[in-house]
Structure formats: C-alpha cells, structure tokens
C-alpha cells in the first residue's frame, strides 16, 4: 500500500476539503464519486486499514436506520415494504440513507488520512497554522479520551456479562437503565484521568514560558505546494460543476 510523505498540513486541506464537499453534496452520484476519490487518497497518502472499516461497521446498521426512519417521515419514490398502506422502506428512502452513509464514510476514511500522520504531527501542524499550542494539544487529547471512553464501555459490559446478566434477552427499557447506570463510571474514570493528566502536565512545567520550541520543525516543500494548490483546485472545480 503507497504512502506519500507530505506534510501534515496537506492532510489537513484534504480532509477539510473533502469533508465540506461530503456536506454539501446531495447527490448519490456525486457522494459516491467523492467516496471512491477519499478512499483511493486514504490508499496514496496511508490510513489505518481494515481496523478503520472495522470500527465505522456500525454506520451499516444506521444506514438501515435512516433509511427506514425517511421512508417513514418522508417517503418517495415506490414503496419496497409497506404496512397497512403504509410505506416502511421506500426507494427515496434508501436513496437517502444511501448519501448518508456515503457522506459518513467519507467522514471517516477523512479522519484515516488524518491519523496516519500521528497526533504528534497534527499538534505541529496547528501550531504551524498560528492556532495557540494549549489549544492544538487540548484538542489532540479530547480526541484521545474518544476510545478510552469506547474501551472503558466495553470492559464495563464485559464485566457485566461475566456475572451472568445477558443484555441481548433484557427488554429495551431494562437494557437502557442498565447502560444508563454503566454510563456514569465511565464518564467519572474519564475525570479522573483527565486530572492526571492536568496534575503530570504541571510537575513537567506546562506553559512555564511564554514560547515553546520543539524538536519537529515543519516545512512545506515544493510537492507540498502543488497537492495544496490541485487540492484547491479540485475543491472548487468540484462546487462549480455541482452548482451550475
């Protein structure tokens, strides 16, 4: 698999360029298009593989979701399964579930292309934009504490199954309690870490001076300027022939 060395910044034009196109674009042809584009980009440029497709498996499932709840609410098109007349899935329906979970992948095959580069780099590459360096590293943790929160979740059901309660057999009301209840240990341990962390910052100094150096320098090369000017080319190019 081909991974091109660019600069952080560059994933980041990409991934903002395509994702402000997957949010404008409403059209199946056209999100699909955008859709092959950011996966072969995620191919040129690296991304995190089969474990990427693995963790966004549950928008298939939401895509049924979507599709059934505008076929409900907003029905078009001929009806593929009705009830009473009704229309529970519609072919309008499915072709809006359809754009929105070419939209979502193009959302996270986005953030594959932003996580090959390390949370190190990104940190580098807002700075290098002038963002503040507080802010840039706070972001970057606030997206590390994502996981922790989806692992602690999945240690706390796990535990609860191992002490014999199957989730699967209880009524929805119950299951919800219970997560309910498995939610607000999860989110104090996120707490705490998050003081750790503040407390591991202060004894090494954080913000003791007002300018900070670092070891990694970015600089943009001349292939760096090309893919950032094709990619505005492009991102233009795109909105003018969806618009007009």
Do not use: H
Not at 88 to 106: D, E, I, K, P, Q
Not at 123 to 128: E, F, G, R
Not at 161 to 180: C, N, T
Request: net charge positive; charged share 10%.
């Amino acid at each position: 698999m081909c991974k091109v060395k660019v600069d952080p910044r560059v994933r980041l034009l990409l991934a903002v360029s395509l994702t402000t196109l997957a949010a404008l674009f409403n059209s199946l042809t056209s999100l699909g298009l955008l859709l092959a584009a950011t996966v072969l980009l995620c191919l040129v440029f690296g991304w995190a593989g089969m474990s990427l497709l693995r963790r966004a498996k549950w928008l298939l499932g939401f895509f049924v979701l979507m599709a059934v709840l505008q076929s409900v609410f907003n029905p078009s098109g001929n009806a593929i399964f009705a009830v009473n007349g009704a229309a529970v899935l519609s072919t309008g329906g499915v072709l809006l579930g359809a754009c929105f979970l070419c939209r979502m992948m193009v959302i996270v095959f986005s953030a594959g292309i932003l996580a090959a580069a390390g949370s190190r780099a990104m940190i580098q590459s807002l700075v290098a934009l002038k963002l503040p360096y507080e802010l840039a590293f706070m972001t970057t943790c606030a997206l590390s504490f994502i996981p922790m929160i989806g692992a602690d979740m999945k240690d706390s059901v796990t535990a609860l199954q191992l002490r014999g309660v199957e989730l699967g057999k209880l009524p929805w009301a119950s299951r919800l309690s219970v997560y309910g209840y498995l939610v607000i240990p999860v989110l104090e341990g996120i707490v705490i870490k998050a003081r750790e962390l503040s407390c591991a910052m202060e004894m090494r100094a954080f913000r003791a001076y007002s300018k900070r150096t670092s070891y990694t320098v970015l600089s943009l090369t001349a292939r760096d300027y090309m893919i950032m000017a094709l990619t505005l080319a492009v991102f233009v190019l795109g909105l003018f022939l969806y618009f007009t």
